[in-house]
């Protein structure tokens, strides 16, 4: 089974910058796509950012655009999440998550394996 292994996160002031990873321990073909989830406390999951592995297409919330970058390095099956321009309400604990689809990334039932989390903390 695949496995996730996420790192980058911890304390930022606001304004500043963190770079999340997320490497899979291996590539399947049930492994089209990668994206990035966060929840903070008291707070549903939401969708962040997904690129797909061959096209590299990218899709961001609202919220992010402009300020997060998400690339992905195929021989290293490790996706990056860069967080710029960081702001207090992105605190969250940050989540990747692989799909095997390249539509619908936008909702977390199109995925299938999710890391153990990372926990972003930006101060004011």
């Known amino acids: 089974q695949v496995q996730l292994v996420e790192s980058g996160g911890g304390l930022v002031q606001a304004g500043g910058s963190l770079r999340l990873s997320c490497a899979a321990s291996?590539?399947?073909?049930?492994?089209?796509?990668m994206g990035w989830f966060r929840q903070a406390p008291g707070k549903e999951r939401e969708f962040v950012a997904s690129?797909?592995?061959?096209?590299?297409?990218?899709y961001y919330v609202d919220s992010v655009k402009g300020r997060f970058t998400i690339s992905r390095d195929n021989a290293k099956n490790t996706v990056y999440l860069q967080m710029n321009s960081l702001k207090p309400e992105d605190a969250a604990i940050y989540y990747c998550?692989?799909?095997?689809?390249?539509?619908?990334?936008?909702?977390?039932?199109?995925?299938?394996?999710w890391g153990q989390g990372t926990q972003v903390t930006v101060s004011s």
């Open positions: 998550a692989l799909s095997p689809f390249t539509i619908g990334l936008g909702e977390g039932s199109s995925y299938h394996t």
């Open positions: 291996e590539r399947t073909v049930s492994n089209n796509a």
């Open positions: 690129v797909t592995w061959s096209r590299g297409t990218t």
